[in-house]
């Protein structure tokens, strides 16, 4: 079970950090993604890490604002948001996969997903 949490209504210019809690094995060994959905628009891809790194992928339009990093303390991830846009206003959603065929960027090779946390940005 994953557990998204640190959604909000924010202004443009400030921070938020997102946090997505698993219930059950280890995450580290796991591929973790985020990803977010806007009103009217397909779910799109935002960061990812492969198992055991700390080392991230991230789409285009957050690279160099967003920053995601694992905790395995608390058995999560998070994703450090700055600068945040009106267009990074989507309902953010995370995701683990373990399998061979898990493609960081493509949403549907993970195998568990989170309900989503809101995240609004006012312009």
């Known amino acids: 079970q994953l557990v998204e949490s640190g959604g909000g209504l924010v202004r443009a210019g400030d921070s938020l950090r997102l946090s997505c809690e698993a219930a059950?094995?280890?995450?580290?060994?796991?591929?973790m993604g985020w990803f977010r959905q806007s009103p009217g628009e397909e779910r799109e891809f935002v960061a990812a890490?492969?198992?055991?790194?700390?080392?991230?992928l991230y789409a285009d339009s957050v690279k160099g604002r967003f920053t995601m990093s694992r905790d395995d303390a608390r058995n999560a991830v998070h994703l450090q948001m700055n600068g945040l846009k009106s267009d990074d206003t989507a309902v953010y959603y995370c995701?683990?996969?373990?399998?061979?065929?898990?493609?960081?960027?493509?949403?549907?090779?993970?195998?568990?997903r989170g309900q989503g946390t809101r995240v609004t940005v006012s312009s």
């Open positions: 890490v492969r198992p055991n790194t700390n080392s991230a």
């Open positions: 059950g094995p280890p995450i580290s060994n796991y591929f």
């Open positions: 995701a683990a996969g373990s399998g061979y065929f898990v493609r960081e960027s493509i949403e549907s090779t993970y195998e568990y």
